[in-house]
């Protein structure tokens, strides 16, 4: 064997868990999983069943693991892992599959052949074969916790700015958008742009919130390459510093997959539960909606909205009534697409991709699905809570002709917010 093929193997060994033997072992290829799979359902090639694309780590699986697949490996369906195997892997485990798990909810077993995508993942990032701007984020991200302070000060000029921008939004001057403040009750962690750290700012401010904004973007590329050291090291610069900041807990911004990291992966990985709690901003939105603290004014989004369900918020994170809460409260006309919630078709732009250029029709294909339901939703408007569905429809709104608008859910709550302030501004004249 090569030496990128044993260090394939050997990454294939650190990822088996009783998870993934389980994932690998327990698939009865009944086809069932095909239907529910989004890639599938837009461009229907045996490739792209799921239960086909985690037989091609099976094969592999079998050939070490399996005593039959060791003595008669072509009874078994066992094959030896090569270096052009590896290669075909590339498409299969990046390309074609987003990790969003429809398939496993549909699965009459359970298979969860997202966890065996992400061992293929971990086969090819070890050895130099992942995308490689996944990689260069991650190691952008690391680069930053390793230097912080370095970067500190920077960040203290760019969030000057956006607090004077956000006081200009809202007529507000004592609007603050601390950093590094010890002693707050939440740190938020946003995303590298104004959009995901102004709207929270605003919301925080005129909910009352004890809060700080967190050095550290939320996202977490590590994850998607399959890596779990670099994953965990991104994951702890926030843990640390919510740590020495002695929050109560750490609220990420509209990010499913920053979600699911901290809020079930890193536990895991870090031996426990945290000293914090660890939620999405739309949980906190909705918290704030039904106690009170954020009064809103529907008639400002005047068009019916449609939502689309994240699948890391909802299908593997449970966030399904939350963002309707937000949403009935913050627009006149709420349109559900179907299927949605635990069931809703991934968008196609998850798992990386739309990160990456080069696959940029290979995402505009597997999004086909999702194309459809938006469509069929006829409504002009679609909401979602994740940066990377938000790219990614918007990406779908152009190359399907789909003449909708995409919005974060906060700039709907800051529209309907910042149009209450406005009502009750006026002479009591002018607002009957």
């Not at 536990?267 to 009170?292: H, K, T």
């Not at 990614?392 to 149009?419: F, I, P, R």
């Amino acid at each position: 064997m090569s030496e990128v093929v044993n260090t394939a193997l050997a990454a294939l060994e650190r990822s088996l868990d009783r998870r993934l033997i389980a994932a690998l072992e327990v698939c009865a290829r009944c086809g069932i999983c095909a239907e529910s799979c989004h890639v599938y359902a837009s461009d229907p090639a045996p490739a792209h069943v799921p239960a086909a694309r985690a037989e091609a780590v099976r094969t592999i699986y079998r050939r070490q693991h399996d005593p039959l697949g060791r003595l008669f490996p072509w009874l078994a369906g066992a094959k030896d892992l090569t270096e052009s195997a590896l290669d075909a892997l590339v498409e299969t485990a990046f390309a074609s599959c987003t990790l969003c798990r429809r398939c496993t909810i549909n699965c009459p077993l359970g298979v969860d052949t997202a966890l065996i995508m992400r061992a293929a993942r971990s086969m090819l990032t070890s050895t130099g074969k992942a995308p490689e701007m996944l990689v260069m984020l991650a190691d952008a991200a690391i680069a930053r916790g390793e230097n912080a302070d370095e970067f500190r000060e920077i960040y203290r000029e760019i969030v000057a700015s956006l607090e004077e921008e956000a006081q200009e939004k809202t007529g507000d001057p004592t609007l603050r958008i601390p950093l590094d403040k010890e002693g707050a009750d939440i740190l938020y962690v946003g995303l590298s742009g104004a959009h995901t750290i102004l709207p929270a700012a605003i919301l925080f401010h005129e909910a009352g919130a004890k809060w700080t904004l967190s050095m550290f973007e939320a996202s977490n590329y590590g994850l998607f390459l399959g890596d779990p050291t670099k994953a965990k090291a991104i994951a702890k610069r926030i843990i640390d510093e919510a740590m020495r900041l002695g929050v109560k807990e750490v609220v990420l911004t509209e990010c499913g997959h920053a979600y699911t990291v901290l809020r079930w992966e890193a536990p895991n990985w870090f031996g426990g539960d945290f000293p914090f709690r660890v939620r999405s901003i739309v949980e906190v939105l909705a918290d704030y909606v039904q106690e009170g603290r954020l009064l809103l004014d529907p008639s400002v989004n005047t068009e019916p909205v449609t939502y689309h369900d994240s699948c890391n918020l909802a299908r593997n994170g449970g966030l399904i009534e939350a963002p309707r809460i937000v949403l009935r409260a913050a627009v006149q006309h709420f349109v559900e697409m179907t299927p949605h919630g635990k069931e809703n078709f991934c968008c196609g732009g998850g798992g990386g991709l739309v990160a990456v250029p080069e696959w940029f029709e290979t995402r505009m294909r597997a999004g086909a699905k999702k194309a459809e339901q938006i469509r069929a939703a006829g409504a002009p408007v679609v909401a979602t809570s994740c940066e990377n569905c938000n790219l990614q429809l918007t990406d779908l709104n152009s190359y399907y002709k789909l003449d909708v608008k995409v919005v974060g859910l906060m700039e709907l709550v800051v529209n309907a917010l910042l149009a209450e302030k406005r009502r009750q501004a006026l002479p009591l004249q002018e607002a009957a």
